[in-house]
């Protein structure tokens, strides 16, 4: 499943919809890719034999939204097309949730730019209200601007799928953060409380590593096209 390019999203505005062209960039020389949770469950259930296939899946979506919440791995990087007359424009995720906004920057479709970074506060130009809208301070006059935003994504409490690279590159956290909670169920034959400590205390390690990773500004999301000290190439 890809992350939206090409689909269409339609922004709000006085009680009115238009079209908006929606799409994201490529990562690492490709679109962003989704998995199905289903796939790590036999790591888990080797462990936890027994465990209902519900409450594995349930344990492993929290482990990717730790992850993801605490290391801001998942940089995302999206570009709607302005419109004539409207204001209000809806950031639409799907599998996916906004956890913070890193930059916002207006392109009024003659080449004049507005920017900016995170902390995101009043911008010259447009405002942005948590967690997915952006109004800007006067409707658009012609087509053809652009918003672009950055921001910090993390699966959504209720999805059956998360970013294929987070099952790539951090298979063994994913299966020990769910293990540290899934082995203190005391109404299972296979609960640990022993077995649980030594998970979380991997799954505190790996997040410690991947935050370094961040650091260092390896991403699974998209590069800039212009690096500066907000962007870099890899």
């Given at each position: 499943?890809?992350?939206?390019?090409?689909?269409?999203?339609?922004?709000?505005?006085?009680?009115?919809?238009?079209?908006?062209?929606?799409c994201?960039?490529?990562?690492?020389?490709?679109?962003?890719?989704?998995?199905?949770?289903?796939?790590?469950?036999?790591r888990?259930?080797?462990?936890?034999e027994?465990?209902?296939?519900?409450?594995?899946?349930?344990?492993?979506?929290?482990?990717?939204?730790?992850?993801?919440?605490?290391?801001?791995?998942?940089?995302?990087?999206?570009?709607?097309?302005?419109?004539?007359?409207?204001?209000?424009?809806?950031?639409?995720?799907?599998?996916?949730?906004?956890?913070?906004?890193?930059?916002?920057?207006?392109?009024?479709?003659?080449?004049?730019?507005?920017?900016?970074?995170?902390?995101?506060?009043?911008?010259?130009?447009?405002?942005?209200?948590?967690?997915?809208?952006?109004?800007?301070?006067?409707?658009?006059?012609?087509?053809?601007?652009?918003?672009?935003?950055?921001?910090?994504?993390?699966?959504?409490?209720?999805?059956?799928?998360?970013?294929?690279?987070?099952?790539?590159?951090?298979?063994?956290?994913?299966?020990?953060?769910?293990?540290?909670?899934?082995?203190?169920?005391?109404?299972?034959?296979?609960?640990?409380?022993?077995?649980?400590?030594?998970?979380?205390?991997?799954?505190?390690?790996?997040?410690?590593?991947?935050?370094?990773?961040?650091?260092?500004?390896?991403?699974?999301?998209?590069?800039?096209?212009?690096?500066?000290?907000?962007?870099?190439?890899?």
């Amino acid at each position: 499943m890809g992350c939206g390019c090409g689909q269409s999203i339609r922004p709000k505005c006085n009680n009115e919809s238009a079209p908006a062209d929606f799409c994201c960039f490529r990562n690492d020389e490709r679109d962003v890719e989704f998995i199905d949770i289903a796939e790590i469950l036999p790591r888990v259930t080797l462990v936890a034999e027994g465990v209902p296939d519900s409450i594995a899946i349930e344990y492993i979506r929290q482990a990717a939204y730790t992850i993801a919440r605490e290391s801001r791995l998942l940089e995302r990087t999206i570009k709607i097309t302005l419109q004539t007359g409207v204001t209000d424009y809806y950031l639409e995720q799907g599998s996916e949730q906004i956890l913070n906004v890193k930059s916002v920057e207006l392109r009024d479709g003659c080449c004049k730019r507005k920017k900016c970074f995170e902390p995101l506060r009043i911008c010259d130009g447009f405002r942005f209200f948590p967690p997915d809208k952006i109004v800007l301070d006067e409707p658009p006059k012609v087509d053809g601007g652009t918003l672009e935003i950055v921001y910090y994504a993390a699966p959504t409490q209720d999805t059956c799928e998360i970013d294929k690279l987070l099952y790539d590159r951090h298979h063994d956290v994913l299966v020990h953060g769910a293990l540290a909670s899934i082995l203190l169920m005391t109404k299972y034959d296979f609960a640990d409380q022993t077995m649980a400590l030594m998970y979380e205390k991997k799954f505190n390690q790996g997040i410690s590593s991947i935050k370094i990773d961040v650091a260092r500004d390896f991403r699974t999301g998209p590069q800039s096209e212009h690096p500066s000290k907000y962007w870099r190439k890899i």
